[in-house]
């Protein structure tokens, strides 16, 4: 399939730039995956929509405050996205500019309190333009939690503030990793995860670091040649046993985001029919024609035109079902992308 099979006008007013004012207070386009038929309604309603024995599984990879600002020698200030550490306490990074940052070029980073953090060199090209830092010190937690900035999408016009260190992050956030938040998981409150939890559904936890292969463009003509960048995963020994369960006897499992897609089809071994536990890192590619053997529906945001994201839900639902309900929500006038509102695929 061709990559602009998956394009569509989206006027710029509809690009959520500010998460809506009391979280949770969303619309959400319930589409019925089988048929196409959509429905308008909000996010409180969620809960309505699940069967009382179904298991919601969630993201809960922390979003990392990765963005960071380093100085040349020429004080040249230049942007780094810091994306995964290697054992050799290498960084693998994102640059603005990345083609004059090369290699044997140091940078000097500061805390916030103006003072020298580290000194970082280049030490390492990759193909795509990512380049591997190598700090003069382990970088911990700390340093990005005191002085890094949230990264937020590019399409997201506005420098980050001090509302986005809550609202770009799920209520349930807890092992920090992720560059992007798994945004489907924004939407809910402590308030309609009671209900949820009321209604008898049961919530499992996986973790997907959210990196390149989650927000990269596709490239070229064809769909078949973008191959998706690597990102670590783990499930636990209690979900992968809820997972397989659940399963056994018959019930829906919904996966909240696609990255908790992508979490549980990777996970899933053919030959022994399970979901297995453990680390593990995946660079599965959904599109057209792929076998769902995990998922049976899916809480998400709208996504970007020409995406891996969109791709994906057009895999999980029929392309045609979802140009149709996303015509009808540009109509609507819903909010798109990360700060907007949500599609219910069931």
Same mark, same amino acid.
């Given at each position: 399939?061709?990559?602009?099979?998956?394009?569509?006008?989206?006027? %710029?007013?509809?690009?959520?730039?500010?998460?809506?004012?009391?979280?949770?207070?969303?619309?959400?386009?319930?589409?019925?995956?089988?048929?196409?038929?959509?429905?308008?309604?909000?996010?409180?309603?969620?809960?309505?929509?699940?069967? /009382?024995?179904?298991?919601?599984?969630?993201?809960?990879?922390?979003?990392?405050?990765?963005?960071?600002?380093?100085?040349?020698?020429?004080?040249?200030?230049?942007?780094?996205?810091?994306?995964?550490?290697? %054992?050799?306490?290498?960084?693998?990074?994102?640059?603005? +500019?990345?083609?004059?940052?090369? !290699?044997? +070029?140091?940078?000097?980073?500061?805390?916030?309190?103006?003072?020298?953090?580290?000194?970082?060199?280049?030490?390492?090209?990759?193909?795509?333009?990512?380049?591997?830092? +190598?700090?003069?010190? !382990?970088? /911990?937690?700390?340093?990005?939690?005191?002085?890094?900035?949230?990264?937020?999408?590019?399409?997201?016009?506005?420098? /980050?503030?001090?509302?986005?260190?809550?609202?770009?992050?799920?209520?349930?956030? /807890?092992?920090?990793?992720? !560059?992007?938040?798994?945004?489907?998981?924004?939407?809910?409150?402590?308030?309609?995860?009671?209900?949820?939890?009321?209604?008898?559904? +049961?919530?499992?936890?996986?973790?997907?670091?959210?990196?390149?292969?989650?927000?990269?463009?596709?490239?070229? !003509?064809?769909?078949?040649?973008?191959?998706?960048?690597?990102?670590?995963?783990?499930?636990?020994?209690?979900?992968?046993?809820?997972?397989?369960?659940?399963?056994?006897?018959?019930?829906?499992?919904?996966?909240?985001?696609?990255?908790?897609?992508?979490?549980? %089809?990777?996970?899933?071994?053919?030959?022994?029919?399970?979901?297995?536990?453990? *680390?593990?890192?995946?660079?599965?590619?959904?599109?057209?024609?792929?076998?769902?053997?995990?998922?049976?529906?899916?809480?998400?945001?709208?996504?970007?035109?020409?995406?891996?994201?969109?791709?994906?839900?057009?895999?999980?639902?029929?392309?045609?079902?979802?140009?149709?309900?996303?015509?009808?929500?540009?109509?609507?006038?819903?909010? @798109?992308?990360? *700060?907007?509102?949500?599609? @219910?695929?069931?």
């Amino acid at each position: 399939m061709l990559v602009k099979d998956f394009s569509f006008d989206l006027p %710029e007013e509809l690009i959520a730039q500010v998460p809506a004012k009391v979280r949770g207070e969303d619309r959400l386009l319930v589409i019925d995956k089988n048929t196409g038929e959509y429905k308008d309604t909000e996010m409180k309603d969620f809960p309505s929509y699940l069967d /009382d024995d179904c298991l919601l599984v969630v993201n809960n990879s922390k979003v990392r405050k990765a963005r960071v600002y380093g100085l040349t020698e020429n004080n040249g200030k230049v942007e780094f996205l810091f994306l995964s550490e290697r %054992e050799d306490h290498c960084w693998l990074v994102m640059t603005n +500019k990345a083609k004059k940052q090369r !290699v044997g +070029k140091s940078y000097v980073f500061f805390n916030n309190n103006g003072n020298i953090a580290f000194h970082a060199t280049i030490v390492e090209s990759c193909p795509d333009g990512l380049k591997y830092l +190598k700090p003069d010190i !382990v970088i /911990d937690e700390t340093f990005f939690i005191e002085s890094g900035h949230v990264p937020l999408p590019p399409y997201i016009k506005r420098e /980050d503030d001090f509302q986005d260190e809550t609202r770009y992050q799920t209520i349930y956030a /807890d092992k920090a990793g992720s !560059v992007a938040s798994p945004t489907a998981g924004l939407h809910f409150t402590p308030e309609i995860m009671k209900k949820i939890k009321e209604k008898g559904v +049961k919530i499992a936890f996986v973790t997907l670091h959210v990196g390149m292969g989650t927000f990269i463009p596709m490239r070229g !003509v064809n769909i078949e040649d973008h191959h998706m960048h690597y990102e670590s995963y783990y499930v636990s020994e209690e979900a992968a046993a809820t997972i397989n369960d659940y399963r056994k006897k018959g019930k829906k499992i919904v996966a909240t985001g696609t990255t908790s897609v992508r979490t549980l %089809e990777s996970a899933y071994n053919k030959k022994t029919n399970l979901v297995e536990p453990g *680390y593990n890192k995946t660079n599965l590619f959904i599109s057209p024609g792929y076998k769902f053997n995990v998922v049976n529906q899916l809480l998400t945001n709208f996504h970007t035109p020409e995406s891996t994201l969109l791709v994906l839900v057009s895999s999980f639902a029929g392309k045609d079902h979802i140009m149709k309900a996303y015509k009808h929500a540009i109509e609507e006038k819903y909010r @798109f992308f990360s *700060y907007g509102d949500a599609t @219910f695929l069931k």
